[in-house]
């Protein structure tokens, strides 16, 4: 089989790519995701929470979808959202809980506790890097 031929069955066999629908799907998924938390917004602030209202917003969007990928519901939404569910808050607590979960077997501290921070690790050490330079950049040039 020559390099064209190849190249040309591969193209037939391919699946085709749905491309406006799968954007429509992250966009109202993503949309829903986003919508929802400005909703735990406005309770918490209703309750009284003031400005904590979106810590505590964004804590239960983190425990919801911690629980959620617990019980496996949450990558079967996925598979429909596709990248609508990788909404940050959302997408991060998925990807720890994920990898805790697939190397549970090999106990809680080498396999839970230590592949849990192998995704959150680099996150999280960049978060702490970017904000301490944005901070002496802003005391610097105030």
């Known amino acids: 089989m020559t390099k064209q031929e190849y190249a040309q069955w591969t193209q037939e066999e391919s ?4 491309g406006p629908m799968n954007i429509l799907k ?5 949309g829903g995701i986003c919508a929802i938390g ?12 003031g400005e904590l209202g979106f810590v505590f917003a964004s804590l239960s969007l983190v425990v919801l979808s911690a629980v959620l990928t ?26 720890m809980v994920s990898a805790a979960m ?10 839970l506790g230590a592949k849990m921070f192998s995704i959150a690790g680099p996150v999280i050490v960049y978060g702490v ?3 301490v330079i944005y901070g002496i950049i802003l005391v610097l040039f105030g």
Do not use: C
């Open 102 to 111: 697939e190397f549970k077997t090999e106990g809680y501290i080498l396999g």
């Open 38 to 49: 400005q909703l735990l917004v406005f309770f918490y602030q209703s309750r009284g929470a």
């Open 129 to 131: 890097s970017a904000s």
């Open 26 to 30: 992250a966009f109202v998924f993503g």
């Open 70 to 95: 617990g019980l496996n519901v949450y990558d079967n939404i996925a598979k429909h959202a596709g990248a609508g569910t990788l909404v940050p808050i959302t997408g991060f607590a998925n990807s």
């Open 15 to 18: 699946p085709k790519s749905k």
